[in-house]
């Protein structure tokens, strides 16, 4: 396994003791989808992840061969495992299979996080992609790997699914010297929904459906030893158990689970109360089953959400600025005047790395089936660019070692959005307007050409499978090099138009100029009305004009 850089940290501690949480991910079973295809998505949030896409090629490898494992936060070395003998081609975090494994941190109780264990999250993700075929057969290999060789990380909810299932399992180690975790798995209901959010989610645990729940051995009696939980099994609530319900598990983590919830379920305003902090309120479901089916272009919108239409929305208070901009930069917290404040943790959040919706699709073969929808950087200005999971390779544009976080690349579709996207924070309200046509010029191209480039690939598929993953290959690669250079020409536009914060006028699509060839003089917008009562506000008489 060739060495990665360190990934990414999905809790950070402030120096308040407030937790910043990252990573969001939506499920979406077969029935509940459009075109019948099971979907996950996944947003790899970190101030100190750099957007790239990780492949490792199938491999069989000599009987007795070692494999060396890596903390993907830190770089560390934790030490070596058995390398089975035959491992699968993975693109991202999708293999060939149609399998894909996806995460978010919720850490839980510190005491058990084990420091001599060998497998961390990160790595049990990637190695089981190279080994797992199945949704099941994943959650088997994962519960195996820190049973045999100790768990490094903390709580972590894991999305899983293939192209048949998609299952939520949670799990958390058991402290030094009780090598293993606690875990408990469930499969979402085909006509269902669901989504985590850096909070455990899962509360009742259905012990007697042994199709579709499945848990270690003691995920009752270590809670009970611990002094975590006590009572009858019935009542056993693993979120309970391991990672309570406090403040900001509910204001910064279940309510990004809230936002994707109202958008399929009018009755989930009932919880609005409980996400905005008060734990003693009924809490949300698992799962849910949408008024509607969700569709692909669906769970990228939802991926792009800042509260939206809610009370939370992050552009109706003054930190949005003139511009209505939906961010706010770290820390999350602040004080004044002794009093304590929050911004508002959204879905989309600008310190992404890379933003995901793996699609599996049964009725295809796998080398067609499996889709990886990759984009980087912030969801909300990201391209879903199509990418099979049969890939041979990754496209130039997200490759290992084409810049990296300290070294800019003009060629690195990470740095490219980047540019982009911290242009538009300075004027939001205007550039997403030319951001957003762009964007869906892209993606509704891709919503077109993919029938006819599945069509293609199972005509060769017939014939040779590998011509089919070699055309498949050339596709994702070249479709996201090209919107990589459509993004960079996006990027150049909006730094003509909109420089020195004036706006320059087009005509027929092109920038306008005098009669006499020279450029037409620009509009000066200024600010929104309700910015301009903001500023003679605090300025009192000392801007009035006499």
Not at 81 to 98: A, D, W
């Amino acid at each position: 396994m060739k060495k990665i850089i360190s990934f990414f940290v999905c809790v950070a501690w402030l120096s308040g003791g407030m937790k910043v949480f990252a990573c969001t991910g939506i499920l979406v079973a077969k029935n509940a989808s459009t075109d019948g295809s099971v979907m996950i998505s996944y947003a790899a949030d970190s101030h100190t992840l750099y957007g790239e896409m990780y492949h490792w090629p199938a491999a069989k490898w000599p009987k007795g061969s070692m494999l060396n494992v890596t903390e993907w936060d830190t770089g560390k070395p934790l030490g070596q495992i058995p390398q089975v003998e035959q491992t699968y081609s993975v693109v991202g975090n999708m293999n060939e299979y149609q399998l894909a494994i996806t995460e978010s941190t919720w850490g839980g109780r510190a005491e058990l996080t084990d420091t001599t264990g060998i497998i961390d999250y990160g790595s049990l993700i990637y190695i089981t992609l190279q080994r797992a075929k199945t949704a099941r057969e994943a959650i088997r290999i994962m519960t195996g790997l820190v049973a045999d060789h100790g768990y490094c990380s903390s709580g972590e909810s894991f999305s899983i699914a293939d192209k048949n299932e998609a299952w939520i399992m949670e799990m958390i180690g058991k402290g030094v010297g009780n090598k293993g975790a606690v875990w408990v798995a469930i499969r979402i209901p085909d006509d269902c929904i669901s989504a985590h959010a850096n909070q455990s989610r899962i509360r009742q645990i259905p012990f007697d459906d042994k199709e579709n729940c499945f848990y270690s051995s003691d995920v009752v009696s270590f809670a009970r030893d611990k002094g975590y939980f006590k009572g009858k099994d019935k009542d056993f609530s693993f979120a309970e158990a391991y990672n309570p319900y406090d403040f900001g598990g509910l204001r910064a983590c279940e309510a990004r689970v809230w936002a994707v919830f109202r958008k399929y379920d009018s009755s989930m305003d009932k919880y609005e109360a409980f996400i905005k902090g008060d734990p003693t309120k009924e809490p949300m479901p698992l799962y849910i089953k949408p008024d509607r089916k969700l569709s692909v272009r669906d769970v990228q919108h939802c991926m792009r959400d800042h509260f939206e239409g809610t009370d939370l929305d992050m552009t109706k208070d003054a930190g949005a600025g003139p511009y209505k901009v939906p961010y706010r930069w770290r820390p999350m917290h602040f004080k004044v005047d002794g009093e304590e404040y929050l911004n508002e943790r959204a879905i989309a959040t600008q310190q992404t790395g890379f933003v995901i919706v793996p699609q599996m699709r049964n009725w295809l073969p796998d080398v067609i089936g499996g889709i990886l929808w990759f984009g980087v950087d912030d969801a909300d200005m990201a391209v879903f660019n199509p990418v099979y999971s049969s890939s041979l390779a990754v496209p130039e544009c997200y490759r290992v070692g084409n810049g990296d976080l300290y070294k800019f690349s003009w060629t690195s579709a990470f740095w490219i959005h980047n540019w982009v996207a911290n242009m538009a924070y300075g004027k939001y309200s205007f550039m997403i307007e030319d951001i957003r046509e762009v964007q869906q010029e892209l993606e509704n191209g891709y919503r077109h050409i993919i029938p006819a480039i599945d069509k293609a690939a199972m005509d060769m598929n017939r014939e040779n499978p590998e011509e089919a993953r070699r055309f498949l290959t050339w596709f994702s690669t070249t479709t996201a090099d090209q919107a990589t250079m459509r993004w960079k020409e996006l990027g150049e536009y909006l730094l003509v138009k909109y420089i020195d914060g004036n706006v320059k006028k087009e005509e027929g699509g092109q920038f306008k100029r005098n009669p006499y060839g020279m450029p037409a003089s620009p509009d000066f917008p200024g600010y929104d009305e309700e910015y301009y009562r903001s500023i003679v506000k605090s300025a009192g008489d000392r801007l009035k004009v006499k």
